[in-house]
């Protein structure tokens, strides 16, 4: 899921950003509502938030808060994400944009 380099990081963020399908929206909030409540529960998961855009609600935003950059590595191999990944694929209208971040100031 990573194009290029990456600096590993401490204390990492994830952003993803998820377009579905006009008629996919209510299925596909349920499958990630479901990924949200298992990946709090990963041990160095710091912070898991989905937010749905009020004025396009088939646009959904993850944003992650990790220990490290390895942590984001983990999560994305973890049972739970492969599994919304591959329920989630038909209610994309896109593939999903996933970025990792590292504080600079």
Request: glycine share 6%; with cysteine; aromatic share 6%.
């Amino acid at each position: 899921m990573r194009s290029g380099k990456t600096t590993r990081c401490k204390r990492c963020k994830g952003v993803a950003r998820i377009t579905a399908r006009p008629d996919g929206i209510d299925e596909l909030t349920r499958i990630l509502l479901r990924l949200v409540e298992e990946t709090r529960k990963e041990k160095e998961c710091l912070s898991y938030q989905l937010y749905q855009n009020l004025d396009e609600p088939n646009d959904f935003t993850v944003v992650e808060g990790w220990a490290s950059d390895a942590a984001i590595d983990s999560h994305m191999v973890t049972e739970h994400v492969q599994d919304a990944f591959a329920k989630a694929g038909p209610l994309l209208a896109a593939a999903p944009e996933i970025k990792r971040y590292r504080a600079i100031g």
